[in-house]
């Protein structure tokens, strides 16, 4: 039922009339509604009593709505269902219950159906519904319903009428056994795509830590209860800046909202509860105004890609053309080009040097305009080696050095590696890095091109460091693990290879920390370019590490840096999104545990690749040995 634009259902006790409730719903500006799959006081018997064999129908007909109306519905299950009851007789009873309801809705082809998770064991019930939709395929989702804080003992789903009540704000244990009951139902049933989360809000909130441990969770829906809104000057319904910053902070995960509860402002109409929650997505969508890297990612959020093999394939057009948007990173190259100059000329001498820079791997050729600005604003002459491997994009090298260039240029169709030039040069310029820093073998590119050099020659970058943290993403890990090819001969391939992707939907254990750092140019003899490294972290409180997640930061010149680690990030850029290695299992965390993270580069003669385990708080397999499923070639 998810989709980009907003998405607001309305929650609906009892429907007496389902097509009157349907028509008032989108009257009221609703987008769907939920309705009870069974009348909630019809408790049916199955297996022993006078009512097993009742000749009655079990709810309403599937002719009262059109297909496509049904459509527009989401079920909730009956709230007296109790499959992990202590009373065999009643587990087993709800069980048949919930399979006749459930099968039902795939009858009726409703998009998804709400299930109320409480406090408790939550075995036969996770059982149940991983067999039900692990072995079908089934697009109907599940919503686990259940709010942010519910103490024990009381049910504080409002959707399923009942009064909150109110909750210590010091609290904060209740926060985490909410996520602790969840995290137990979700770890019995796997990576079941099918199952989401329907968070319903409280009137007292949660610390921000806790705030964005949810972010990692698969929270398909946000449900609002009515008495969670305050009233404006006007008596219209608003929410407070807390609610709002929380509210805020989900929609950019794409998820619907369901307004539960009857109105209790002065204005009584509901659909002034659905406008407000659409005029602040809308507030979201436009203010503050979208910066670049926003606005390039969208459509990237969470999806995985393969890191590229630039030494091994030639990159297309349409690569160039999305790395040649970034308007940052080449205004950073040219102020570190600039700087270089500066610093590498003394005013004196501007108009008897000329300088030259060799810009390798130049691509379509961004980095040689930048050197070319860069030295007419220092005022100092240059002579520019282009020099680019992929025979296509010398095609345009050639054309723009007779159209824009001229004869300050020279255009190199060589391997930067294998080239023997007319002349060393003052300044290599390069753009090389991946998504790790290094995990596009910049330092063996470098290391091949730093004879063309001059002694005391400059290299832009000077340096980079790749920076990884302990990650939880339910979302990811789920992709990782439903939308790879298994291979039989290497089932735990998809678990062995680093994606690139827009982090999202995830909760970050503890901030990111440097891993492995390379200098250029490179005078240590013999150079090597194998690392090994243990980081260690700190959780802050408990959750589930899917993986871990990279970054790099690299110092251009002087003080001149681009970084896509968080806390850190050049603004605006989006050349480069984060890199993701998984874990083969997903491991519990415990708040205040230590983190230990091993990590290793291994080099070959004709190929590089990572492995990395988990050491701490407990170990596991080491990933990708001798680049078994994932390597990249020299």
Partial sequence: MASDRFSCGLDVGVAKDLNAVLEYALGQDFEFVTIPLVHPRLRREFLQGPVVNRDVPLTRS??????????????????????????????????????????YSHHLNIPAIIVPLKHGAHYNLARVLHQEYATQHFNQVVWMHFALCEPRGFTANTIHGAEEKDVDPEDSECYHEMWRMWNDFRTLCGTLRNLGVALEVTADLPSEEIVKRWIGEPVRVIVIPTHVFLSNKRGYPVLSRAHQSFVRRFMKLKLQFIITGQPCHDKMELKFYYQYLRHLYQLFQTQPPLDPLADFAKGYDDYLQTPLQPLMDNLDANTYEIFEKDHFKYAQYEKAVYCALMDRVPKERINDVVTIIMVVGSGRGPIVTASLRAADAAGMKVRVYAVEKNPNAIVTLRNKKIEEWGDRVDVVCEDMRLWNPPEFADIIVSELLGSFGDNELSPECLDGAQRLLKENGISIPCSYSSYISPLQSCKIYSEVDYGQIRDTENPWKPFEVPYVVRLTSRYEIDEAKPLFTFNHPNHIEPIDNTRAGEVTF?????????????????????????????????????????????????????????????????????????????????????????????????
């Fill in 62 to 103: 599937d002719t009262l709505l059109l297909a496509k109306d049904w459509s527009l519905c989401a079920g909730r299950v009956s709230p007296w269902i109790e499959l992990d009851s202590p009373v065999r007789h009643v587990q087993r009873n709800s069980e048949k219950a919930l399979l006749e309801e459930i099968n």
């Fill in 538 to 634: 700190t959780a802050k409180v408990d959750s589930v590490m899917h993986g871990i997640a990279g970054y790099f930061h690299t110092v251009l010149y002087g003080d001149v840096t681009l970084s896509t680690v968080p806390k850190t990030h050049s603004p605006g850029m989006f050349s480069w999104f984060p890199i993701f290695f998984p874990l083969l299992e997903p491991v519990n965390i415990k708040a205040n545990d230590t983190v230990k993270i091993r990590f290793w580069r291994c080099v070959s003669d004709k190929k590089v690749w990572y492995e990395w385990c988990l050491a701490q708080p407990e170990a596991t397999v080491i990933h990708n040995p001798k680049g078994r499923s994932y390597w990249i070639g020299l």
